[in-house]
């Protein structure tokens, strides 16, 4: 409970001018705040405008374009900035119950300000923009819940990135072999078949992870760095060996919009004209979270990862609950890799997971290793990903390089001062062994 | 005295090594060769394996020994190399721009060994004042091509079937032949509609085929209706995204309609109304071959193989499933023949890709 109170001063005396963490976050903002006042005023005029366009692609319903003052949004979003910085930095005891609220207000007002100040001048289509920070958040936000599952019961998972390997790859290969078998008109059922077979085979990278990290009580990170190793080679050699020979891409999973829902403007097309993996990822989400907090298996889940030997004196099987919910998370790290090669590009190829599931990691370390946290980290990570091909495409005269830089900037800023601390499952990391 | 006498016997003994060293390679006949990939594989539809399938050509054709490494790691470059070099290959390709440093090294190293270089440029290192500070290896050839002219064609075509007046590219990573390929694309677009939109972005990774899809999808929103791909498999995911949503798409490197839409089987390939082509297979072909001969005016040693739009090197793959209209493809013709004779020029750098300052 210590750790609460050096957060939260609530009942301790607050120390005027310690360099807290929310301090430093306010110097930050008001620093962003003067540098838009200075260089907005000084390279725009006021009537320079942002267009955001509304456009959906595939629909003839063009919605008005909305133009947003840029010179008005910059000096507005710095006065609100230079506010919430002096609010943080000298706390007054009435308010600082909502400091934090401010601070993540500021930080989720700066991620379109980003945007909007970058398009100046210009026109750009946020519909898009949404829709994709989405679609690159979907193998991020699916991740970060296969390793919420090994985690929370105890077991560090550093092998999501082999296992989404393990899934994208044998994902692929089933639907490959399969799409002549099955005639065109049922290749959907080939295609089911191919993401099942992603799944076991994530599930079947887990069973070792398991059984290396819990029957043997080898270090989880060496096991899992071992999976990783082994994911890249064992893709690689299939590849050469089976793949290679008839090249050629499959038919990718099909987009499936929810009538009406998917006319809703703006957001429809965002949210319901996906992918099936896109859909199962809000399903897996959802679930994840009333199973983790609302039934007997999460709290006996939550229970190992934190006091194993109290939920062992109560009578759980520690080990065989480990098991299980590695085995769980597995399944899902293989459906996050189908995402990479049926989803979006119909094609395997060595490593293509890139390091998206590390980044998931970092996304559930963001998230407090909970289900929406998760997926909120997820989505900024999805966010800045697509806002690195936008900037782009806008044409903001920057560097290609230092343009690809922002999305890791954006994240260390949120993580090093948005988030603070985050406290990993008490008993993570460390194999349980009865006495 | 003693000093100055030692300096010029040695400089005579290094002159004589220079000028015989070209006469004992000639003597060695090849028998094997050795292929190392950039980061990316012979599969990939694009550069990588166009210069596998022309080493396969070459290599049966002339009976020779042939195998090949691909590349997982730039730290790799340098291990897969000497890997080549250590079995003892008598040729080694390495292909790609990111490899020449490495490739440079190893040839120095190896002079009893050939290098080519696809998309690498050879020649004498220079300082500031155009001193010769470091002369380019004899055993070394780069292959270097003329991508901003395939690029004009693409652009010249891509600025004929757009309805929009919006066309846009995905691109790999800024090097200068994936810059030749955008800036001469740019530039082949403008020359049909000067008022054409153009937008495009670099993806820092060339194997990455969900963030060019990502990237497509973008464009699409934004309304551009014709996509050119070219940066490998990070290119090819954005063609094959944006052709399966009714978009007209350009492949880059090799026919990507044979490649990346597997012979038209593959969803959206009606939607692929051309490729513009760099004729790795041909200039791989070429360079082996000249050494299998033992012709040694056929290997430009310490200096570059330019594959242009005059010896066929650069050009546009034929539209296959797309319905492209007669006359604007006798209207590439023209241009194509126009840049052959030196009567067009792209507008780009050949070396580094950077726009030429307008006229």
Redesign the interface.
């Known amino acids: 409970m210590t750790t609460i109170s050096e957060t939260y001063p609530t009942d301790v005396p607050v120390q005027r001018f310690k360099l807290t963490r929310k301090r430093v976050l306010a110097l930050v903002l008001i620093a962003i705040a003067i540098g838009m006042l200075v260089l907005g005023n000084r390279s725009l005029t006021s009537d320079v405008v942002t267009t955001l366009t509304l456009v959906e692609p595939g629909t003839a319903t063009a919605l008005p374009a909305i133009e947003v003052p840029t010179l008005a949004y910059m000096n507005i979003t710095a006065l609100i900035f230079l506010g919430v910085g002096a609010l943080a930095i000298f706390n007054p005891p009435q308010i600082h119950r909502y400091v934090d609220g401010l601070l993540i207000f500021a930080g989720v007002i700066f991620i379109p300000t980003i945007l909007i100040v970058a398009a100046a001048g210009n026109s750009t289509n946020i519909t898009t923009m949404m829709a994709e920070s989405l679609r690159l958040a979907t193998p991020i936000a699916i991740g970060a819940i296969a390793g919420l599952w090994c985690e929370r019961s105890g077991v560090v998972n550093i092998a999501i990135e082999g296992m989404m390997l393990f899934g994208a790859c044998f994902g692929f290969s089933t639907l490959f072999f399969l799409q002549d078998v099955f005639p065109p008109n049922q290749i959907s059922i080939a295609m089911f078949l191919a993401v099942i077979v992603a799944v076991i085979a994530g599930g079947l990278a887990a069973l070792l992870h398991a059984w290396l990290s819990i029957t043997f009580a080898t270090d989880q990170i060496v096991s899992g760095t071992v999976i990783n190793i082994l994911a890249v080679g064992v893709t690689s050699f299939w590849r050469r060996e089976f793949l290679l020979s008839n090249q050629g891409g499959i038919e990718k999973l099909p987009e499936i919009p929810i009538p009406i829902l998917k006319d809703i403007p703006i957001v429809g097309d965002a949210l319901f004209s996906g992918q099936p993996i896109f859909y199962t990822m809000f399903f897996i989400i959802i679930i994840s979270h009333i199973v983790l907090f609302y039934t007997r298996w999460g709290l006996r889940t939550r229970a190992v990862g934190e006091e194993p030997g109290a939920a062992d004196t109560l009578g759980i099987n520690v080990n065989s609950m480990r098991w299980r919910n590695v085995l769980i998370g597995g399944m899902i790290a293989g459906l996050a890799g189908a995402w990479f090669s049926l989803e979006v590009t119909g094609t395997f190829s060595n490593g293509m997971t890139r390091g998206a599931g590390f980044i998931a990691l970092a996304a559930l370390i963001f998230g407090k290793w909970t289900p929406f946290g998760a997926f909120a980290g997820a989505l900024l990570f999805g966010f800045s990903d697509a806002l690195g091909t936008r900037f782009q495409i806008i044409g903001v005269a920057v560097p290609v390089q230092f343009l690809q830089m922002v999305p890791y900037i954006v994240t260390i800023i949120v993580l090093a001062g948005l988030v603070g601390r985050s406290l990993a499952p008490k008993a993570v990391g460390e194999p349980y062994k009865k006495d | 005295m003693k000093n100055v006498r030692k300096l010029v016997l040695a400089s005579f003994m290094l002159a004589l090594i220079f000028s015989i060293a070209p006469v004992v390679l000639a003597q060695d006949g090849i028998e094997t060769v050795c292929l190392v990939t950039d980061i990316g ?5 694009t550069f990588n394996q166009f210069a596998h399938e022309g080493a396969i050509a070459v290599t049966e054709d002339y009976d020779l020994d042939y195998t090949f490494i ?1 590349t ?1 790691a730039e730290a790799d470059y340098e291990t897969n190399i000497n890997t080549c070099v250590e079995e003892g290959f008598d040729v080694i390709l390495t292909i790609g721009f990111m490899i020449a440093d490495a490739t440079w090294d190893a040839a120095v190293a190896n002079p009893d060994v050939f290098f080519v270089g696809v998309d690498q440029f050879v020649g004498d290192q220079t300082d500031e004042d155009g001193n010769v500070t470091e002369e380019a290896p004899e055993n070394y050839v780069g292959i270097q091509f003329r991508e901003d002219q395939a690029g004009f064609l693409a652009g010249a075509l891509a600025a004929l079937m757009t309805e929009n007046d919006i066309v ?1 590219g995905v691109y790999g990573v ?1 090097i200068p032949p994936v810059k030749k390929f955008r800036n001469g694309f740019e530039n082949g677009a403008q020359y049909i509609n000067p008022d054409i939109t153009l ?7 060339f ?5 060019g ?3 497509a ?7 551009a209706d014709v996509i050119f791909g070219a940066g490998g ?1 990070t290119g ?2 954005g063609i ?2 944006a052709a ?2 009714d978009v007209y798409v350009i492949g880059v490197d090799q026919d990507e309609y044979l ?5 038209g ?3 959206g390939a009606e939607y692929i109304i051309s490729s513009a082509m760099k004729r790795v297979d041909q200039g791989v072909y070429d360079m082996v071959a000249a050494l299998a001969e033992g012709d040694m005016d056929g290997f430009p040693g310490g200096g570059v193989y330019v594959m242009d739009a005059t010896l066929g090197g650069v050009g546009l793959a034929e539209p296959h499933d797309a319905d492209v209209p007669e006359e604007i493809l006798a209207q590439l013709e023209d241009i194509f023949n126009m840049m052959a004779e030196g009567e067009l020029d792209s507008g780009v750098d050949p070396i580094t890709g950077d726009m030429l300052e307008a006229e």
């Open positions: 594989q012979i599969d990939d539809g691909e997982q846009a800024e937008l495009g972005v670099y993806i820092d990774d194997v990455a085929p969900d963030r899809a990502s990237a999808e973008q464009f699409i929103g934004e309304g498999q090819s995911g094959t995204a399966q949503q490649s990346t839409f597997r012979d089987e593959t969803p």
